[in-house]
């Protein structure tokens, strides 16, 4: 096959270095026997030479570095995203090594995770490896290849860059004049529901977040920022913090949860019904659960859901849950007033599947269960139960139940009647779901050795 230009000349290179070194093997040398290892490193050294040649036989001269994936390079060359040969190999802050165009089109998507070992990116500097990067071009060296066809690779940075830019921009706005802000928190909640690299750029810098909320903090309480502006403030930090890498960041950022707490209280019904579904989406996380309800957001949320708005009263109820999964949290919204604001939905029959099931959470709580029993929840989980086609409705109505009638014997009259007169009990002990089951055995026992003792007496 015809070489022309600089590959022809490799090639020529290759054959004069191929035969020396073969004659260095074949003849030996003093110099081989006196270093350790002599041998094989020629050997080796001559294995090389042959692969280059190889190659650069096989297609006819320089090759791009593109086509380089079914070549049998050195796997720690390859980016682990791509699997393609690194041309701009960098570090992230786990240590591990990508190539620069992959790792960036990882982070622009949303990502703050290191791609193989999971673990979340500290920060989202990438240093670049000049090590690997002289290792991989020391290799295409040898072999011919060019570290070429970069087109595709710089159009991406420059869109990354750009879409960089226009981020600081628009947070810029956010410290001028009204009518900027109120135009940079448009976009702003525009571009974070729609693209997830805004997202993550907001992980980048330790002051993204702050300088999002100065509109909201800059007023403090002299004047009220329009509602407009608040609404897209608040809704930009719910698009945020759906985004599971966010949600510490958001939480943790001081004056996120008291801005959320005093939206929750007032602005447009978006607003407050969005600011719930925030501390929803941060609750995700159990460390964030501890620290929203230290902050005494339980309190607004239930009020949110006593004033009885359609659109909010579900995120309220679903933060509210969410909150008191962790026990701490029990005592709180107890304090705060939740067993009559949840006891007055369920006899309206609002959000009735999420408050059953706050319901049976605060049970646990001994507090809680002597306030069901002072406002009358008795027979109202028992119509509920008797009425209701959700088996996870029944099954936290008779855990409810359950938890009541072994506090107060007393409160088994009522459970008894209802046995008597629609079998309501015995039916969910035969084909509730496992749990039902359980307690609605419970109470048999506990009403049948009543009725022993009674017979007795």
């Known amino acids: ?17 191929l035969d020396r070194v073969v004659r260095r093997i074949v003849q030996g040398s003093e110099e081989d026997e006196d270093e350790e290892f002599g041998v094989d490193v020629v050997i080796d050294h001559a294995k090389e030479i042959l692969m280059g040649l190889r190659e650069l036989m096989m297609v006819g001269g320089k090759k791009s570095v593109g086509s380089l994936r079914s070549l049998n390079c050195p ?12 041309r701009d190999p960098v570090i992230v802050s786990t240590g591990q090594t990508y ?12 990502n703050r995770t290191c791609p193989l070992t999971r673990q979340v990116l500290s920060n989202m500097v990438l240093t670049p490896n000049f090590l690997v990067r002289e290792m991989i071009a020391k290799w295409c ?3 011919g290849i060019e570290l070429s066809d970069r087109v595709h690779c710089i159009d991406e940075n420059s869109e990354f860059a750009a879409e960089r830019e226009r981020f600081h921009n628009l947070l810029e706005k956010m410290d001028s004049s009204v009518t900027e802000q109120k135009e940079a928190a448009k976009e702003l909640r525009s571009l974070t529901k729609r693209m997830p690299s805004f997202r993550a750029l907001f992980g980048e810098s330790p002051e993204a977040i702050p300088r999002l909320l100065n509109p909201l903090c800059a007023n403090g309480s002299h004047s009220q920022p329009p509602l407009n502006l608040q609404e897209d403030v608040i809704t930009t930090l719910l698009n945020l913090s759906i985004h599971d890498n966010n949600k510490k960041l958001v939480a943790e950022t001081p004056s996120v ?19 719930a579904a925030t501390l929803f989406t941060l609750s995700a996380l159990d460390s964030n659960k501890s620290l929203i309800g230290q902050s005494g957001a339980l309190k607004p949320l239930i009020d949110l859901l006593d004033e009885g708005h359609q659109q909010a009263m579900t995120d309220a109820t679903s933060a509210i849950f969410n909150l008191c999964i962790i026990h701490e949290n029990r005592a709180r ?3 705060d007033g939740a067993i009559g604001v949840i006891l007055k939905k369920i006899t309206s029959s609002v959000c009735l599947d999420e408050l059953l099931a706050t319901l049976a959470l605060l049970s ?26 959700c088996e996870r409705n029944k099954e936290n109505c008779i855990a409810i139940l359950h938890t009541i009638c072994f506090t107060d014997r007393t409160q088994l009259k009522e459970l008894r009647d209802e046995e008597s007169l629609y079998g309501t009990i015995s039916d969910l002990a035969r084909n509730g779901t496992s749990r039902a089951k359980r307690k609605a055995a419970g109470i048999l026992e506990r009403l049948n050795r009543g009725t022993i003792l009674t017979h007795t007496a």
Do not use: Y
């Open 1 to 17: 096959m015809a070489k022309t230009g600089l590959a022809a000349d490799r090639v020529a290179e290759l054959k004069r270095e």
């Open 75 to 86: 796997e720690e060359f390859r980016c682990p995203i791509s699997k393609e040969v690194m």
């Open 99 to 110: 190539d620069r165009f992959s790792i960036q089109k990882w982070l622009k998507a949303g």
């Open 141 to 143: 060296r040898t072999r």
């Open 257 to 275: 949860i008291p801005l959320l707490m005093g939206a929750l209280k007032s602005g447009t019904i978006e607003t407050r019904s969005n600011a």
């Open 333 to 335: 919204a107890v304090r």
């Open 364 to 389: 646990s709580h001994q507090k809680a269960v002597e306030e069901m029993k002072e406002l009358g929840a008795v027979p109202w989980l028992l119509v509920v139960m008797r009425e209701t086609s």
